[in-house]
């Protein structure tokens, strides 16, 4: 019976199936050394310029989304149901360890129009504070890239374990301040109040944590590049940047809306 796996039903340099016992000529075996091999393709390697191009498209996809919620500026509602959204995509990606397009650019979308939403109240509020916030965020990143690439704060694992651990206690802190106002204290443990000192201390924290997530982030595409991680890795990190620039805009845009008289 004849085989079904090529490597056994080769076909000499004649092009003819070889008889049992049949010797082959030099020039047969040539071509049997020269006839292309069958192993699978290998998975290209994610570069810096694959994170690059993915970042910009989350970025793309949270600002356009992020304009047409600021024009149209539908109910808050909306922007409580784009942040669940959001939020699966990311527990999908971040515990699901699953990643691609449709995913990621989900996530920016619903980011998108929950940051919209929120942008365009502070701007009611505090006109002229959003530009100010994209300008920050902007110098914040830029300042971040250059720490990374002079190499002046190396990120080491004790480095990943303190960022790490002072994230999850600034959401602890949020969200032991959201029950508190659910229960009727008013401004909460004053984290948010911006007649209380603890908020100007609490938003610089949250934004040096921002930053230093970003320094993680960095980190993490330069490793990946150097360990020869698969092309989809490109995701994870692209999906970690905008993560981090929506934690700093935020945060910046609500530390200078202290500064910033009502209109």
């Known amino acids: 019976m004849e085989s079904r796996n090529p490597a ?6 004649f092009g003819q199936q070889q008889a049992p016992g049949h ?4 020039q047969q075996l040539q071509g049997m050394y ?3 091999s069958y192993a699978p393709p290998a998975t290209r390697r994610m570069t810096v310029d ?12 949270l600002v356009a989304t992020g304009a047409v919620a600021w024009v149209l ?8 149901v784009s942040l669940i959204v959001g939020l699966v995509c990311w527990a999908i990606m971040t515990f699901g360890h699953r990643v691609n397009a449709p995913l990621a650019l989900g996530f920016a979308a619903a980011y998108g129009v929950s940051v919209g939403i929120v ?3 502070y701007n009611q509020f505090y006109n002229g504070v959003v530009l100010q916030a994209v300008v920050g965020t902007a110098l914040a990143f830029a300042a971040m890239l250059a720490v990374h690439a002079l190499k ?3 990120v080491t694992p004790k480095l990943v374990r303190y ?6 206690a600034l959401l602890g802190l949020m969200l032991v301040n959201v029950l508190f106002q659910v229960f009727g204290v008013a401004g909460g443990i004053g984290i948010r109040d911006p007649g209380s000192p603890i908020a100007y201390v609490f938003s610089v924290v949250a934004i040096l944590v921002g930053c230093f997530f970003l320094l993680l982030d960095f980190a993490a595409v330069e490793e990946g590049v150097a360990a020869g991680a698969p092309e989809k890795f490109a995701w994870y990190c692209a999906f970690g940047l905008t993560l981090s620039l929506v934690w700093i805009y935020l945060e910046m845009l609500r530390f200078l809306s202290y500064f910033s008289g009502r209109d």
């Open 163 to 168: 960022v790490v651990a002072a994230g999850f």
């Open 34 to 36: 020269d006839a292309p």
């Open 8 to 13: 056994f039903s080769r076909r000499g340099a």
């Open 50 to 61: 694959d994170v690059v191009v993915r970042g910009f498209l989350m970025l793309g996809t």
């Open 73 to 80: 500026n539908p109910p808050p509602i909306v922007a409580i």
């Open 119 to 121: 942008s365009h109240a």
């Open 23 to 26: 010797v082959p000529t030099p």
């Open 152 to 154: 002046i704060i190396r």
